[in-house]
């Protein structure tokens, strides 16, 4: 009798504490952040290589308030999804927008940051509206929410071409060399590269149209199974807006405070 009751008790705790584990990545002690490192200035190399920008700032403190650990990973921004799927990543955490399409996939954290599907041209140019786009070329990053954003538009059919890079970056360099008509960029992105790019020529180079493909949100993607790990992000965000933290690191990287109350 007494075997049987042990036997009970070892098969009613091991369930228990089944009940209650935590999820995989407190339990490992640190997160895996998957990011494009040429998405400034959300996450990107400086000069001498290391990941910085304003994603990588958020992603540091948050961690620090977990308790946990940050490692940053370089993926392949049009496979990212994938990764945080199949366990390479934990967290997508680099400017992603939060889309129905996505949410299906994956959970994210509260918004944190609004933003546009801009239109940047030469500033040279004659185009003044997204109507001024038929029959040109438009340029844009593979598998970013500017890509869904101009596949979805009335004038997607009307276009000559879309060309597609790895980043946004090489796209912009394009339009520059005049073997594309605009970029379809975030607008958080785009001015940063601008301005940065624009002072250190001492030269105007681009605009910035009035005109979008659309309005978003950004978040942070997290596993569908990794509930724990969600909620406890979320308190070390919210808490990061309350006492002012994540209005410091936007001013740092933005000059003013853009973080969505």
Partial sequence: MKKILLVVLVLFLGISTLGFSKDKVITKGKFVVGLDDTFAPMGFKDEKGNIVGFD?????????????????????????????????????????????????????????LANRQSIVILNKNNIKSKQDLKNKIIG??????????????????????????????EALLDLEAGRIDAVVVDEIVARYYIAKKEKRENKKIYKVLNDDFGREEYGVGVRKGDKEFLDLLNKALDEMKKDGTTAKISKKWFGEDIVLK
């Fill in 56 to 112: 990588i700032d958020l992603a540091k403190e948050a961690a620090k308030r977990m308790n946990l650990n940050v490692e940053f990973k370089p993926t392949e921004w049009s496979g990212i999804i994938f990764a945080l799927k199949g366990g390479n990543i934990d967290v997508i955490w680099n400017g992603l927008t939060i889309t129905a399409n996505r949410k299906k996939q994956i959970n994210f954290t509260k918004p944190y």
């Fill in 140 to 169: 844009l990053q593979l598998g970013s929410s500017a890509d869904t954003a101009v596949m979805s538009d009335s004038i997607y059919k009307n276009l000559k071409n879309i060309k597609k890079y790895d980043s946004n970056i």
